[in-house]
């Protein structure tokens, strides 16, 4: 069956880096748009990230953009996010997602699979 397995997220302090790992399994992603979300207590799931089929159109919510770079790796089935200037706020817990369709869009509702997400702490 198609799995999403995320990984790398852990505590850092505010300032920090993290890089998140998803590997996809039971089929090729290659055509498929991917995305990152994340989940704080007590709140809604939100888009963070978002890389199109052939990894050259991007898109990101405002309060990670300059920080956060999502790109792809076909020939691994992957997709990162490396996260940078990490604040206390970017805690929560990070989902990986991906759409049946190649384009981007930050709906969560248009994603059709999904991993089991990693946590992610920034203490300050």
């Known amino acids: 069956q198609v799995q999403l397995v995320e990984s790398g997220g852990e505590l850092v302090q505010a300032g920090g880096a993290l890089r998140l790992s998803c590997a996809a399994s039971?089929?090729?992603?290659?055509?498929?748009?991917m995305g990152w979300f994340r989940q704080a207590p007590g709140k809604e799931r939100e888009f963070v990230a978002g890389?199109?089929?052939?990894?050259?159109?991007?898109d990101y919510v405002d309060s990670v953009k300059g920080r956060f770079t999502i790109s792809r790796d076909k020939a691994k089935n992957s997709v990162y996010l490396q996260m940078n200037s990490l604040k206390p706020e970017d805690t929560a817990v990070y989902y990986c997602?991906?759409?049946?369709?190649?384009?981007?869009?930050?709906?969560?509702?248009?994603?059709?699979?999904w991993g089991q997400g990693t946590q992610v702490t920034v203490s300050s």
């Open positions: 890389i199109n089929w052939s990894g050259a159109s991007t």
């Open positions: 039971g089929r090729t992603f290659s055509s498929n748009a």
């Open positions: 997602a991906a759409r049946r369709f190649g384009g981007v869009t930050t709906s969560r509702l248009n994603y059709a699979y």
